[in-house]
């Protein structure tokens, strides 16, 4: 086993850590930030946020868009959903499935999260983090430098490529030990905690499960139009976006092309809007 390693790095202050610690062991670790459809305003930030991150680090970013197929496994999650339409053990085997793939692309032996046991309700307790290891096919092969030793010890453990003694013990919510190693080694560049997923979102999660109700056919814009503006469904085959301000009315109109039908007002200030669906002269 080499001393090579990829880290999810989110741009948030637990992988940042993680990767840090690694990194401290003399392991060549490369980050590895994944995009979707489905990224809220934070979420698109901490992308940004990640860059920053491995630039201070001082290691280099590999950035890949979860794609098309990730619509998928949001419409069908074998695991089921959390409070809303976020498929967050589905979505954790996905990305580790994808990272095993750039692990082995790029050389590397192991793959580096910064999961910290108990702080996520969803896909961060033991049975699940297990299942998630499993099913991506890295099985003893995923280093967790923050709650290490809440877990049997890793291939790259017992090999002596990474230090046990070194990692540790943190669990539960709370980031007081994550803030001491932050001071500790003078890190930056990191975003706040906090969800930045639009499927998290009671809102979003409503206008989400009407596409996929009521449009088998949706495309990629339909997704993206799902983050602007008000959507009213007019009936089981039309729907109407009302755009809420005036960046709103921008993007609409910059995303208009047939088959929606852009609608504008007539002799008076006000929004733009977007129908789609069949259409006649008195829904108009």
């Given amino acids: 086993m080499n001393r090579k390693a990829i880290s999810l790095l989110s741009?948030?202050?637990?992988?940042?850590?993680?990767?840090?610690?690694?990194?401290?062991?003399?392991?060549?670790?490369?980050?590895?930030?994944?995009?979707s459809l489905f990224s809220n305003k934070k979420e698109r930030e901490q992308g940004s946020q990640a860059l920053r991150t491995a630039a201070e680090l001082g290691i280099r970013l590999i950035v890949r868009d979860k794609g098309p197929e990730y619509i998928e496994v949001v419409k069908k999650p074998k695991y089921g959903y959390g409070k809303h339409m976020n498929p967050c053990v589905d979505c954790r085997i996905f990305m580790l499935n994808r990272a095993k793939?750039?692990?082995?692309?790029?050389?590397?032996?192991?793959?580096?999260?910064?999961?910290?046991?108990?702080?996520?309700?969803?896909?961060?307790?033991?049975?699940?983090?297990?299942?998630?290891?499993?099913?991506?096919?890295?099985?003893?092969?995923?280093?967790?430098?923050?709650s290490a030793k809440h877990f049997s010890p890793t291939i790259p453990e017992t090999e002596g490529i990474v230090d046990r003694e070194r990692l540790l013990d943190i669990a539960g919510r709370a980031r007081t030990i994550q803030y001491e190693l932050v001071a500790r080694y003078n890190l930056?560049?990191?975003?706040?905690?906090?969800?930045?997923?639009?499927?998290?979102?009671?809102?979003?999660?409503?206008?989400?499960?009407?596409?996929?109700?009521?449009?088998?056919?949706?495309?990629?814009?339909?997704?993206?139009?799902?983050?602007?503006?008000?959507?009213?469904?007019?009936?089981?085959?039309?729907?109407f976006i009302v755009g809420r301000n005036?960046?709103?009315?921008?993007?609409?109109?910059?995303l208009w092309s047939p088959p929606y039908l852009l609608l504008s007002p007539s002799g008076f200030k006000g929004p733009l809007g977007i129908l789609k669906g069949l259409i006649d002269e008195s829904m108009i």
């Fill in 11 to 35: 741009g948030g202050v637990d992988s940042a850590l993680a990767t840090k610690m690694i990194m401290e062991q003399g392991i060549d670790v490369i980050g590895l930030h994944f995009t």
């Fill in 101 to 146: 793939i750039i692990m082995e692309e790029e050389g590397a032996s192991f793959i580096i999260t910064g999961e910290v046991l108990g702080q996520r309700p969803m896909s961060q307790r033991r049975d699940t983090i297990q299942l998630i290891e499993k099913g991506s096919g890295l099985k003893s092969l995923i280093v967790r430098p923050l």
């Fill in 188 to 239: 930056k560049a990191f975003s706040c905690p906090g969800g930045g997923c639009l499927l998290t979102d009671p809102i979003y999660a409503v206008k989400l499960r009407d596409l996929f109700t009521h449009d088998p056919m949706f495309t990629l814009k339909d997704i993206e139009l799902l983050s602007l503006g008000r959507h009213f469904r007019l009936s089981k085959t039309t729907k």
């Fill in 246 to 254: 005036q960046g709103e009315n921008e993007r609409l109109q910059s």
